[in-house]
């Protein structure tokens, strides 16, 4: 297998959120892969931490990430990133939260595009973030790329989770989600997630709310509509190295859902 694969990770979507938006692409995304509206984050339920879950596919008692500071870890374990570049793909990242840009380490990307959302508005830097990808995609097309839209959080934050400008925040993303998706879909396995979920204007806890998060795979080796099995974020890394028909490193913890 040797597929070209995008991820997309919308901050901070909860599972039930995508429908209940009201943004009729959310319903149209589940009919498009294989879905689960029930896979699980890890604890703490926090972005930076979840994150090096999914592109280290251990948990943070092992990675060692425990909040949203990055301090290096005493015993590394190979990221996602690095296991394809070792294997001669090429990865690209567009986010707007800055603290992502440990997640890699230096030489592993070919395209790093960054833009602040705290300074642009995350609405205006979700807008960027696809913007910039749709244009390096469609041009250099890399074997792997990460997309990630940070402005559901934020609002999150300010406004409550499942208020009405979550919602609108929701809806702006799986805008965004949608020209990704429309544009790269017969190119690419395309997988949209989130790092976790929150309840009124906070997550980080082991509640429902917070650890569920949506997980979407769309691609030739996926069933449009079925649901997915028992899934964790964790599952991710190595789910991305088998579609790149790349071995997991020995250490990930996770499994592929393939």
């Known amino acids: 297998m040797n597929r070209k694969v995008l991820l997309i990770l919308v901050d901070g979507l909860r599972p039930d959120a995508i429908t209940t938006c009201q943004n009729p692409y959310g319903a149209k995304l589940l009919t498009l892969g294989s879905y689960s509206l029930e896979a699980e984050t890890v604890y703490p339920s926090v972005t930076l931490p979840c994150h090096m879950s999914l592109f280290h596919s251990v948990t943070p008692d092992r990675h060692g990430i425990l909040t949203n500071t990055y301090v290096p870890v005493s015993r590394p ?70 997309v990630y839209l940070g402005c559901t959080d934020e609002v999150g934050h300010a406004h409550g989770w499942m208020s009405d400008e979550y919602y609108h925040a929701c809806s702006q993303s799986l805008d965004e989600v949608g020209r990704l998706v429309e544009c790269f879909g017969k190119e690419y396995s395309i997988i949209v997630t989130a790092d976790h979920g929150g309840h009124g204007r906070d997550h980080g806890t082991k509640m429902t709310e917070d650890m569920l998060i949506p997980l979407i795979c769309i691609g030739p080796d996926f069933r449009p509509g079925a649901e997915l099995p028992k899934a964790n974020i964790c599952d991710i890394a190595p789910t991305i190295a088998a579609l790149e028909g790349v071995a997991s490193d020995r250490d990930w913890e996770g499994r592929s859902l393939l």
Do not use: H
């Open 77 to 146: 374990v190979r990221g996602l990133c690095e296991q394809l570049s070792a294997a001669g793909r090429t990865c690209a990242f567009f986010y707007n939260w800055e603290e992502l840009r440990d997640l890699s380490r230096p030489s592993s990307l070919a395209c790093s595009f960054y833009v602040s959302g705290s300074v642009c508005g995350y609405e205006r830097a979700n807008e960027m973030v696809t913007e910039s990808a749709l244009s390096y995609i469609a041009g250099e097309k890399p074997d792997f790329a990460f």
